[in-house]
């Protein structure tokens, strides 16, 4: 691993990670970026843990969607183990599924039919929040040395604080978005039942929890339709 090459590859892909417009397109660069930076790696995607519920985002190949999937189905496997984060372990390396059977019995033979030989996973984690996991797969057994490990875990790193960063965005565009439209609704409201403020918010209140329709849902309806329906 040429380290100075890999540190200027880091610095670049930080700046564009804060460049990038949505959450998706960050993580897609993510991933895309573990691809080309980590020594051995095929194929990338994030697993997030919602409950009980797993979702894969930002794979890079069909292999990934699949293989958490299966993690899912059986609730074992490295990437989902980081995920959850249980056992306290942030990084996992397989480097031969077919030699490391033993701590995901069900998973293992599963992941070989796949073709996966090897795996690293990397909990994506704050101060704050624990955000998921970002999983790298080779097809090779024996593809992920000491210094793909060490490359992908400052991959994480940055990978962790710009998703936190463009989640955090996210969500303040949406109030913005979510009190605009509810300011136009109510307005509406006003202007053609001379409600005042307060009178014209506890309709569109009182419309959302009565028919069990989010509150913004209700605010475009108005402002679309001129009306509730």
């Not at 984690?125 to 992908?152: C, H, I, K, M, Q």
Request: glycine share 8%; net charge negative; aromatic share 6%.
């Amino acid at each position: 691993m040429d380290w100075a090459w890999f540190a200027r590859q880091m610095a670049s892909m930080a700046r564009d990670l804060l460049a990038q417009e949505s959450v998706d397109a960050t993580l897609g660069r993510i991933t895309h970026t573990a691809t080309e930076l980590v020594e051995g790696c095929d194929a990338a995607g994030i697993l997030v843990l919602r409950g009980d519920a797993v979702r894969t985002l930002a794979a890079t190949d069909d292999l990934v969607v699949v293989s958490d999937r299966i993690q899912g189905e059986l609730r074992e496997g490295p990437c989902f183990d980081a995920a959850r984060s249980r056992t306290g372990e942030r990084v996992y390396r397989i480097p031969d599924f077919t030699a490391d059977a033993v701590r995901w019995p069900r998973y293992a033979p599963r992941a070989q039919e796949l073709g996966v030989g090897s795996m690293m996973g990397f909990l994506l984690y704050t101060e704050d929040e624990d955000l998921g996991a970002l999983n790298l797969y080779s097809r090779r057994p024996g593809a992920f040395a000491e210094a793909s490990e060490l490359a992908g875990w400052l991959l994480a790193s940055h990978a962790a604080i710009a998703f936190s960063s463009a989640r955090t965005h996210a969500q303040m565009e949406e109030a913005v978005a979510t009190r605009h439209v509810i300011g136009e609704a109510r307005g509406i409201l006003m202007g053609r039942h001379g409600l005042d403020e307060t009178q014209a918010f506890d309709v569109l209140r009182r419309y959302s929890q009565e028919n069990n329709v989010k509150l913004r849902e209700v605010a475009r309806q108005i402002c679309e339709k001129g009306a509730l329906t």
